[in-house]
């Protein structure tokens, strides 16, 4: 039986095919598609998000909300036009949903989700953090009534991307990871340390092409995103490797650890440390830091490198099973 989960993502390429992965697996309930500032706008992630709800064929099935529109304690940032195109979506121009617009704000829904299903709920992230630390402010109770939260973001043990120490959406808010990853919520994080690792090709490309009208807005959406990328291997499957590793953990080779996110400095911001536990040589680190102790007390999953299931396949695969609705 497919399981509750809540998809909070800022519209974007691979954001818009991430969800699109979502559907297509049939593993899911989705219960809301809740937007956040991040790759453009928050208003614009929203009315992408919206636009998707219905190229993807769950207008008015899958309530889609409007999100933060700036980090929690920084100044709005240009956003990162470069990969997604000024809309967010390459040079798409789709409907509008023709649901009304929903009054309740990402947070709130993510809330009433955490309550309505306790203990079930399965949250994945692929932008931003700062929908979820906002729930987590509100209500700290948020982090033990979900199940788990897959994020996109960070990167432990390899260079950002959007400076060279810290990965885009970690580096966009870098308090709301922080807030959330010391909030005790079983987490895991995907950053670039995977999601590098599974690429998306031209031949992924001529794969969706092959397959006709159905795939056509996904492919051309693909074709935008593969870009820069096209000469040196492809584009990584960021967002929509989220997505998978929430049902399946061997798409990628994950640690437990700590995560602790540089929020003091302007030239580190956003870098996220990983800190490894291992529970037969536990480290005894430094004891006069109450601070120290306490948040290598709160550990989550951390994914390294790919895994031995291959997440391309899986994607293109199951992207074929869910064609647009226009
Ligand atoms: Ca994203």
């Known amino acids: 039986m497919p399981a509750p989960i809540v998809l909070d993502s800022d519209p974007g390429i691979d954001d818009a095919v991430a969800l699109q992965y979502l559907l297509g697996t049939g593993l899911w ?3 809301a598609y809740t937007t956040v500032g991040g790759n453009v706008p928050a208003e614009q992630t929203f009315r992408n998000g919206r636009a998707l709800a219905r190229a993807f ?3 008015g099935d899958v309530s889609v909300h409007r999100g933060a529109g700036r980090p929690l304690t920084r100044l709005p940032y240009s956003a990162a036009g470069e990969f997604h195109g000024a809309s967010g979506l390459g040079a798409e121009t789709l409907p509008d949903s023709t649901a009304p617009e929903q009054a309740e704000s990402s947070a709130q829904a993510l809330l009433r989700l955490s309550r309505a299903y306790e203990g079930e709920l399965t949250v994945c992230a692929t932008g931003p953090l700062t ?4 729930a987590l402010t509100e209500d700290p109770g948020f982090a033990r009534r979900v199940k788990k939260l897959v994020f996109m973001g960070g990167a432990a043990d390899v260079p950002g991307n959007i400076t060279p120490v810290a990965e885009f959406n970690a580096w966009a808010d870098p308090d709301a990871v922080d807030l959330v990853v010391s909030s005790g919520i079983a987490y895991t994080m995907v950053g670039l340390d995977a999601t590098h690792g599974w690429r998306f090709t031209t031949d992924d490309l001529e794969t969706l092409r092959a397959a006709g009208d159905g795939m056509a807005l996904t492919a051309r959406l693909m074709d935008f995103y593969l870009g820069a990328y096209r000469e040196t291997g492809g584009s990584p499957l960021h967002d929509p490797l989220a997505v998978g590793v929430c049902a399946d953990e061997s798409f990628v080779t994950a640690a437990e650890g700590t995560v602790v996110v540089e929020c003091g400095s302007e030239l580190t911001r956003g870098k996220t440390v990983f800190i490894p536990y291992d ?3 536990p480290r005894a680190y430094y004891q006069e830091s109450p601070l120290v102790a306490a948040r290598t007390e709160r ?10 299931r291959n997440f391309t396949d899986d994607f293109v695969n199951t992207l074929l099973k869910q064609p647009t609705a226009a």
Do not use: F, H, S, W
């Open 131 to 134: 929908n979820v630390a906002l």
């Open 57 to 59: 064929g769950i207008d």
């Open 29 to 31: 309930d989705l219960k």
């Open 299 to 308: 550990r989550g999953r951390v994914a390294l490198g790919t895994g031995p």
């Open 279 to 281: 529970a037969d040589y």
